[in-house]
């Protein structure tokens, strides 16, 4: 069985003061979920209070990217060992933003998948297609771009410790969400190709979320789903209340 995950994305959003009270009011929320796997993926800023903050819970820290190099001439860049140095658990790797606004390739983020791995970080690795795309019919052919960029080659066992989130472009922020049929059917699809690299042992254990619009009112429904194991939640995650109907969505 796979155990759920679900992850705040908090993108460029919250200082100290406002994490701070984001914890104070999500925490009691969330305090009985055992069955959740329950992540926060913070600015880099945010690392040392949320470290700090979540201390004694069962709730991860995340981040949202890094650099593949474990120190040197990149500036502005985070590295591995600094994301770790917090206590970091997981980082987000190649979320569609990163791809789109920020240039960055398939070949680029299989690098930052293995360093990840390498150093004991669980990449959450963003997949998914543009509407664009999703119109000309292209979907499967995206994510298995993406999927097999990363996958192929790799160990079967580092390959179930990466955690997938499909998040169609056309979805985040937009209010519209994939149905969960829509999602649904993606999210087998990948979990075929992962099959199709590896085996289906290793196919059933790769945990898959699906991300893009996931409010209180539709985890449920997504999350009765076979296939997919979680959400990656970008706005809803940014109100504790709002966070935590989500992470307790068997409630
Ligand atoms: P959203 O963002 O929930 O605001 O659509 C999801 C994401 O980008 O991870």
New binding site residues.
């Given amino acids: 069985m796979r155990k759920p995950i679900i992850a705040a ?1 908090w ?1 460029m959003h919250k200082t100290a003061k406002g994490a701070e009270d984001f914890l104070e009011q999500f925490k009691p929320l969330v305090v009985t979920n055992k069955e959740v796997d329950i992540v926060l993926c913070v600015p880099f800023t945010l690392l040392s209070t949320v470290s700090q903050g979540i201390k004694g819970s069962l709730i991860a820290l995340g981040a949202q990217n890094m650099y593949p190099e474990e120190k040197g001439a990149f500036t502005g860049e985070i590295a591995p060992g600094m994301l770790l140095e917090f206590n970091t658990k997981y980082v ?1 790797i190649g ?3 990163r791809r789109e606004i920020f240039g960055e390739t398939d070949e680029f983020i299989k690098q930052k998948v293995n360093k990840a791995l390498e150093v004991g970080l669980t990449p959450i690795l ?1 997949v998914g297609e543009t509407l664009e795309e999703r119109e000309k019919g292209f979907t499967e052919a995206k994510c298995r771009k993406q999927i097999e960029a990363v996958f192929k080659g790799l160990d079967k066992n580092l390959a179930q410790q990466i955690v997938i ?1 499909y ?1 169609p472009i056309w ?5 519209i969400t994939a149905s969960s049929e829509d999602a649904e059917e993606t999210i087998a699809y990948i979990r075929k190709l992962l099959a199709g690299i590896f085996d289906e042992v290793t196919a059933e254990a790769v945990r898959i979320q699906y ?5 209180p009112g539709n985890i449920k429904e997504l999350m009765a789903q076979p296939n997919i194991d979680g959400a ?6 940014l109100e504790p209340e709002s966070f935590a109907k989500i992470v307790n969505f068997k409630e």
């Fill in positions: 994305n993108k987000i979320h569609s933003e963003c989130a998040e979805a985040i922020g937009t209010g991300g893009g619009s996931v409010k990656l939640v970008g706005g809803a995650s």
